[in-house]
Nanobody, 120 residues
Framework: QAQLVESGGGSVQAGGSLRLSCAAS????????MGWYRQVPGKERELVAV???????YYADSAKGRFTISRDNAKNTLYLQMNSLKPEDTAMYYC??????????????WGQGTQVTVSS
């Protein structure tokens, strides 16, 4: 399995922006689809966005129009550009990787998470 390390989280005021990064190492040859999830304490982990190796994307309704998922396959890095942030975006954000070309549920590798806090 690949190792994933997120960065870029922090505290921002509502309306602000953050860019999360996820660096992959180890068994990177096994990585195809990648995604971002988020989780608030006491709630289930929520899918935010997914991207295939070729660039096909999916966004949860909560992310559409505000977040952009992208990846640099040469650098083995996944990104999540988050604009117009809202207090309800506050969560721990996790990077995930799958061996499948496309999935929204089957991710075998996970990062440790990076905290995003949006204040009103």
């Amino acid at each position: 399995q690949a190792q994933l390390v997120e960065s870029g989280g922090g505290s921002v005021q509502a309306g602000g922006s953050l860019r999360l990064s996820c660096a992959a190492s180890g068994s990177i040859f096994s990585i195809n689809a990648m995604g971002w999830y988020r989780q608030v304490p006491g709630k289930e982990r929520e899918l935010v966005a997914v991207i295939s190796r070729g660039g096909t994307t999916y966004y949860a309704d909560s992310a559409k129009g505000r977040f952009t998922i992208s990846r640099d396959n040469a650098k083995n890095t996944l990104y999540l550009q988050m604009n117009s942030l809202k207090p309800e975006d506050t969560a721990m954000y996790y990077c995930a990787a799958s061996k499948l070309a496309w999935t929204m549920t089957d991710f075998g590798s996970w990062g440790q998470g990076t905290q995003v806090t949006v204040s009103s």
